[in-house]
């Protein structure tokens, strides 16, 4: 078995390896194992320098967060890195792919400092809910000076190599093309030169720019939002400015501990185990996907161009569909403006944008186009008829085998797949708006898709960079459904007596990206219009329904695109102005149903909001529409701007409580008993005393349902 730290020493040069795999995460076997090595090179006459490297992809990716909430074993990183700094003799880091977090804390105990031109270092810590534990709030201060140091802690953001060059916190890029070869040259030079130790804790103190700390502290206080370690974290840096290191380190390492303790800790490390299993299936284990070169998108509208684009940008070729040519024409101005946006951005240059559009992009308005297509998404009109005519026709036209997907937000799928002889290669592939940018890619799974179609929607994911969570099929799969109840909450509070706006600065207050009636101005106040209308024969006469949000649509408010909906949107209007014409309208509404308006705490507005989502959660779970509660989390999170720190509402459910959730959705009821009707899983998990987080394995071929 390879060790997990190794040394060999040859020419009197000492390479000590961690070859921890995926990552090479600081585990208490690698902490373990690097002491041993430092204490056997410090002993070690014939060796004069030790070079420090990480086997396979990467140097170091931080401490192993599989440890967390368990009790720290000995010897703690922070021990680790002093011993290094300690060492008698010199030590090389060699960073190659990620040093992040307690990775770069270890490289920054060494005494020198070489990156490949790919290294990427960090301190993401704050993006877990804790702060760099290891030194690296007192050490990288010291090296790159507090305002770099402040930048790179508090937005957990990487570097490049060059820049961490320029900043002084590695000391040359090496183009030897392996970690090993370039520690061995440099090593050897150092070796010949008689190069000493240079401990990074012993360099002077950075200097305090008050302006650039208040500055920090400003910015922070905004975008925080609600999260306790990014201040926190700022704290610790600054310290390294006014505290003997010895001080700085210990305040540190209280910081470090407290945090690691918080709800929010956990809600975060959730949300990044969450993201990486989603993906992890019994249902695709082993099953080879389809391959894809090559897509077809039909449908030139924002979403069809957002698609495109994605395609695009990874690698894939991509033909276009449009019914005629005015469509391809505003297809091509959708598209042209997005990828110049990329451009604008520097996220591509415009020769990579020109060679793009020219070898991987065609339009067309002839089916017969997509005859070579690997896999086809449709991005027409959420209509079933027009569905209906779009699939027949790729059934016609697209060879055996190609996969047919639509991108239908809420349309029922095995209907779709009905549309074409071949069930078995239709399936669901939900992008959100903007769909080159946002991560979360729902693979809605209709009765009759074939598993490897299955495996082939995650694998296009991952080609595509992007979150795949697997759905069932009901009205709105996993997101949209959750998102109509916990809206049309928000409409009964609104009618009850809260105003719009409070409710939306209540939410924001507790971390969400915005609030619920700003979302509606921005994706469209026609959407929810449309989706009323669609649901009204089926509507149970019990159901709730605002009519205000009707006479808005009416007026032809539609939000941002009309310049009016819940806000005023004019060019020179101020961001979050209320338009004065609404409160009359919800007036009218209360008054017709001779509601007389109550206040609400922003408390209680935050607690049923999350009721509802919980709730609806619950039964989206208990119904398989979700395999797992961790599902809907990782949904919440990255498409409808679900506090991160919170983890996603149904860990956030087992934080406050399955009971007391069950409790509020109960009392709630009192008032309404139709839409608060308890989820039955809720109900069964109360009364079990279990919690969400015990269903989130699952054996093959299981779900909650
Ligand atoms: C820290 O360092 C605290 C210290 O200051 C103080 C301590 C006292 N540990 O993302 P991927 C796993 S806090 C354990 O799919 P990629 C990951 O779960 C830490 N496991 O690959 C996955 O496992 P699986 C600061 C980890 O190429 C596999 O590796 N560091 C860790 O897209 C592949 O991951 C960070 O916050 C870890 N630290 O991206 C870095 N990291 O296959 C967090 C990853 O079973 N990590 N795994 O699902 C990352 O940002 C990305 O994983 C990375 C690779 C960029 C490294």
Redesign the pocket.
Known sequence: MTQVVSSETRDGIAVICIDNP??N???FAVRKGLVEQIEAFEADTLAKVAVLIGAG??FV????????GKP?EAP???DVVSRIENCAKPVVAVIH??A????L?LALGAHYRIALPNA?I????V??G?????G?TQRLPRLAGIEAALDIATS?APIGSGKALALGIVDTISDEGDPKAAGLKFAKELAATGGSIRPTGGLPAPKLDSAVAERFRHKLSKSARGQIAPLRCLDAVLASATLPIEDGLKQERDI?IELMNSPQREGLIHA??SE??VA?LPEIEGITPRKIAKIGVVGGGTMGCGIAVSALLNGLHVTLIERDEDGVSRARIGLERILGGSVTRGKLTADKRDAMLEKQFAYSTDYSALGQADLVVEAVFESMEVKKEVFEQLDQHCRPGAILASNTSYLDVNEIAQFTSRPGDVLGLHFFSPAHIMKLLEVVVADKTAPDVVATGFALAKTLRKIPVRAGVCDGFIGNRILNTYRTHADHMVLDGADPYQIDRALVAAGFAMGPFAVSDLAGLDIGWATRQRLAPTRDPRERIAKFADAMCEQGWFGAKTGRGFYLHGTDTPRGTPNPEVLPLIDADRAERGITPRAFADEEIVNRYMAAMVNEAAKVVGEGIALRPLDVDVVLLNGYGFPRHLGGPLHYADQIGVKVMLERVESYATEDAYFWTPAPLLQELADEGGKFADLNTLEKGTSHA
């Open positions: 995926p990552v995460a600081a585990s992809r990467t990716a931080g401490a192993d967060i599989r440890e967390f720290p703690i990183l922070p792919g990620t992040f977090g307690g990775g804390e990427q960090g301190l993401p810590e993006k877990l804790i702060i760099p534990g290891a690296g957990g470090f990044f185990l990486r299993q992890k």
